[in-house]
């Protein structure tokens, strides 16, 4: 089973400054990797897939990167409804398989 | 408009069955790749199972041989059928349906359904 890793597990972030979040894989999974937002009380949504390729409706100031076994989510100026949780996924899994990092909370500093 | 809506969560005693619906609207679920994926309380993600277009089924390794994902084309419905229901699969279950082409993507969700076991 491929683990997925996120740090830190908090984020504290001003509104308009800059979020790194970071994904580590067990072992390489290409670029077959997604990330999520969640909201308190909500679904998850797609906010990135293919490690950098924005989901339908994503603003531009999400932005991913990396291949292999490490991943970066990057919120260039944080909102106030960007304040949630943040879940990695990878996708190379051969029988299907799906695995989600443990989740990065970006909360209001 | 795309929608999902689950339903036929509840409280259910260790060693118990239940099924999860999930009705969709706006598309038709044979067409399309859908998960069932599910979040224990104040904990992450875990994905539980998949079905193709084509029928093809998958699970994870903790619910293998005692969850049971289908649908109904007649009903445009999904379920999940949970046996030998263990405290651990305490949790609140979404279904999502993946993008046309790639079933790991989970591009629409529905509000979730909470089940929990516990006697």
């Known amino acids: 089973e491929i683990v997925m890793t996120q740090s830190p597990a908090t984020l504290s972030v001003s509104p308009g400054e800059r979020a790194t979040l970071s994904c580590r894989a067990s072992q390489r999974v290409s670029s077959d990797l997604a990330w999520y937002q969640q909201k308190p009380g909500q679904a998850p949504r797609l906010l990135i897939y293919g490690a950098s390729t924005r989901a339908t409706g994503i603003p531009a100031r999400f932005s991913g990167s990396g291949s292999g076994t490490e991943f970066t989510l990057t919120i260039s100026s944080l909102q106030s409804e960007d304040f949630a949780v943040y879940y990695c996924?990878?996708?190379?899994?051969?029988?299907?398989?799906?695995?989600f990092g443990g989740g990065t909370k970006v909360e209001i500093k | 408009e795309v929608q999902l809506v689950e339903s036929g969560g509840g409280l259910i005693q260790p060693g118990g069955s239940l099924r999860l619906s999930c009705a969709a609207s706006g598309f038709t679920v044979s067409d399309n790749y859908m998960s069932w994926v599910r979040q224990a309380p104040g904990k992450g993600l875990e994905w539980v199972s998949v079905i193709y277009s084509g029928g093809s089924t998958y699970y994870a390794d903790s619910v293998k041989g005692r969850f049971t994902i289908s649908r109904d084309n007649s009903k445009n419905t999904l379920y999940l059928q949970m046996n030998s229901l263990r405290a651990e699969d305490t949790a609140v279950y979404y279904c999502?349906?993946?993008?046309?082409?790639?079933?790991?993507?989970?591009?629409?969700w529905g509000q979730g359904t909470l089940v929990t076991v516990s006697s």
């Open positions: 996924q990878q996708y190379n899994n051969w029988p299907p398989e799906l695995t």
């Open positions: 999502a349906r993946g993008i046309l082409t790639k079933w790991e993507l989970l591009e629409k």
